[in-house]
């Protein structure tokens, strides 16, 4: 018997924030994407778009580590490969994606 009429006092109520509820419930859902935004997403476009601008502006003669650890200087391009002296007279091929670093000039020797 109580329940039924606590119930029922608050129907009303709730009928009549109907726009503003739905905003106030699907507030803290939007704040968290808007955080994770700020702090995950956009960062790593950054990351990406400066190594794609790396990748790009690699020439015969840089210095480079990919992402495997290898460290050699740039021999030939390609239109997706990267030619990589290691060693005197050992030419290594890999994906121009694969090169994670650029070292500055006379690193290796």
């Not at 726009?19 to 997403?41: K, Q």
């Amino acid at each position: 018997m109580f329940i039924s009429n606590a119930f029922a006092q608050t129907a009303p109520a709730a009928a009549e924030g109907g726009l503003m509820g739905s905003l106030t419930g699907m507030l803290p859902l939007v704040l968290m994407f808007v955080v994770l935004y700020f702090i995950m997403i956009r960062p790593q476009m950054k990351r990406q778009k400066e190594h794609r601008a790396m990748i790009d502006a690699l020439a015969k003669g840089d210095e480079i580590v990919t992402s495997g650890g290898i460290l050699g200087k740039v021999s030939r391009l390609g239109e997706g490969f990267v030619h990589i002296e290691i060693a005197e007279g050992v030419e290594v091929q890999i994906q121009r994606a694969a090169v994670a670093q650029v070292l500055p000039k006379g690193t290796l020797k």
